[in-house]
């Protein structure tokens, strides 16, 4: 794998290459968490064709692919102006979404991640970077070492969803 990781912003024409490795780092990550290992209800609400082509029309929704050379690793997901207890839409931006192929995890990729949406949220002079994650995920604490604090909880409501993965938790970082 080559060591540059690049981030290219999406386009509608990238909507097929989005579903394809969403549909491929969803399961790896989180099938455990499903009653009868189904996530196809998570998938069918937030990776679909459907799915995308919903958010494109939506101007504050921005994608992010996360590559190595020719070979797509993840994506980033972040609504522009999104205010969060404290912080107005101006001031606030959220990563509602940083997922990676399981084979693309542990080599500060996910880093590298974060310090691109800052870098992105700085462009945008934003004072905060929100986002939500499980309680049980083991990217809470790497979330936590980055610097984010937790804020609030909440739990989801997803049908099919084990008990014992429905807590969330809200998390900021200042910039």
């Known amino acids: 794998m080559s060591t540059e990781i690049t981030f290219k912003k999406c386009t509608e024409s990238d909507i097929e290459n989005l579903v394809t490795i969403s549909q491929k780092f969803y399961p790896e990550h989180y099938t455990h ?16 064709k459907e799915a995308f082509e919903k958010d494109f029309k939506i101007d504050n929704i921005i994608y992010f692919l996360i590559s190595s050379g020719n070979k797509t690793l993840g994506l980033l997901k972040i609504r522009k102006h999104q205010e969060i207890k404290g912080f107005s839409s101006i001031d606030a931006l959220q990563l509602e979404k940083i997922y990676l192929l399981k084979e693309a995890t542990g080599l500060g990729i996910g880093k590298k991640g974060i310090e691109y949406t800052k870098s992105y949220a700085s ?10 994650v499980m309680t049980t995920s083991p990217a809470l604490y790497f979330y936590k070492k980055l610097g984010f604090n937790t804020l609030s909880y909440y739990d989801l409501d997803y049908p099919g969803l084990k008990e014992g993965y429905r807590e969330m938790q809200r998390m900021a970082l200042t910039i």
């Open 123 to 132: 462009h945008l002079n934003k004072k905060v970077i929100w986002l939500d």
């Open 33 to 48: 968490i499903w009653k009868n290992n189904d996530t196809s209800y998570y998938v069918n609400l937030s990776f679909t």
